[in-house]
C-alpha cells in the first residue's frame, strides 16, 4: 500500500500595517523598504492509500516486455526488396497510454538467415510515443520473410494480458556481390 500526503506550502504576501515612511512615498521604496510581508502558510491535504499490485506471473506472454496500460502496435520493414548484404531497417512503434519508461522494444528470433543488430529508441515528438529501430542483413537469398512481431503488454482494465503482432514482412532478396563471390571461389 502506498500513502500518498500531499502537503501544499503557500507563501501569503501581506501589506505591512502603515508605518512612517520618512518621506519615501514612492511605492518602489516603500516595496524595497519591506511594506509588505511573506506568511508561510502549510494546508492540510486528504491522506489517499493506494493499492499497488505487481503485473501477474500466471498466464503472461513469452514476449511481454513490461508495458502495463493499454496501447497500439505497429511495425514496418523497408527495403523489402534487395540484395544479400544490404540493410532492412525495421521500425516499431507503440502508442496508447501507460508505463513507456519500462518498455524494451519488441524482439525477433535469432536466425542463421539474417544478422540482428540491437535496437535502439528512436526520438519522437509525437505524445504518448515510443519508436525502436532495428537493422537487420539478410545472409541468404533464401530468406523470403521477416517474421511476425509480437508485442504483449498488461491491461490494468481487464487485468489480463493482451498481445498485438505486426508481420510477416514478405522479402524479395537477390544474391549480392558477396555471395557471388563466396559461390566462384
Known amino acids: 500500500t502506498f500513502t500518498f500526503e500531499p502537503q501544499v506550502q503557500l507563501n501569503l504576501v501581506v501589506p505591512r500595517q502603515n508605518r512612517r515612511s520618512y518621506g519615501f512615498s514612492d511605492p518602489f521604496f516603500g516595496d524595497f523598504f519591506g511594506r509588505q510581508e511573506r506568511r508561510p502558510i502549510l494546508l492540510e491535504c486528504n491522506q489517499l492509500d493506494l493499492e499497488v499490485k505487481p503485473v501477474p506471473t500466471e498466464n503472461r506472454p513469452d514476449f511481454y516486455t513490461g508495458g502495463v496500460g493499454h496501447f497500439q502496435f505497429q511495425a514496418t520493414a523497408s527495403p523489402l526488396q534487395l540484395k544479400t548484404g544490404e540493410p532492412i531497417t525495421l521500425t516499431t512503434q507503440i502508442t496508447g497510454n501507460g508505463n513507456f519508461d519500462k518498455i524494451t522494444p519488441p524482439v525477433l528470433n535469432t536466425n542463421a538467415a539474417y544478422k540482428l543488430y540491437q535496437a535502439r529508441r528512436i526520438p519522437t515528438d509525437a505524445p504518448n510515443t ?14 523470403t520473410e521477416l517474421p511476425t512481431l509480437h508485442f504483449s503488454y498488461f491491461n490494468t482494465q481487464d ?5 498485438l503482432t505486426a508481420g510477416p514482412f514478405p522479402l524479395d532478396i537477390q544474391p549480392g556481390e558477396q555471395a557471388r563471390i563466396m559461390t566462384i571461389q
Open 159 to 163: 487485468q489480463s494480458f493482451h498481445t
Open 130 to 143: 515510443l519508436q525502436f529501430e532495428q537493422v537487420i542483413i539478410p545472409q541468404t537469398a533464401t530468406l
